[in-house]
């Protein structure tokens, strides 16, 4: 079983910088694959990256390809998402993940096992 916390949202400026984290609880993080999703009203939830059980591989949705970086302490059981050059279009409620059996990176959000319960991210032009 995993718990996620997720924290860092709040208010920006366009064109400024937000850090979200995402803190784990349990055993089994290092053994997760991470993912980082966001939702507005009315839209399905959306992925934004995604990153490997260790520091390597990352995946990244077009949009944020560039801007956003996602990372991960295993020692801290956090994952992290740098978001720069912040976007209005980037407004919304974003979501920690867990995918605690797959091996491959994937940007399908019913691949993952475990959510965090969200964290508003709001960008203002």
């Known amino acids: 079983q995993v718990q996620l916390v997720e924290s860092g949202g709040g208010l920006v400026q366009a064109g400024g910088s937000l850090r979200l984290s995402c803190t784990a609880s349990?055993?089994?993080?290092?053994?997760?694959?991470m993912g980082w999703f966001r939702q507005t009203p009315g839209k399905e939830r959306e992925f934004v990256a995604a990153?490997?059980?260790?520091?390597?591989?990352?995946l990244y949705a077009d949009s944020v390809r560039g801007r956003f970086t996602i990372s991960r302490d295993n020692a801290k059981n956090t994952v992290y998402l740098q978001m720069n050059s912040l976007k209005a279009e980037d407004t919304a409620v974003y979501y920690c993940?867990?995918?605690?059996?797959?091996?491959?990176?994937?940007?399908?959000?019913?691949?993952?096992?475990?959510w965090g319960q969200g964290t508003q991210v709001t960008v203002s032009s």
């Open positions: 349990g055993r089994t993080f290092n053994r997760a694959l």
């Open positions: 990153i490997s059980r260790n520091t390597g591989p990352t």
């Open positions: 993940a867990a995918d605690g059996g797959g091996s491959v990176l994937t940007r399908y959000a019913s691949a993952y096992d475990y």
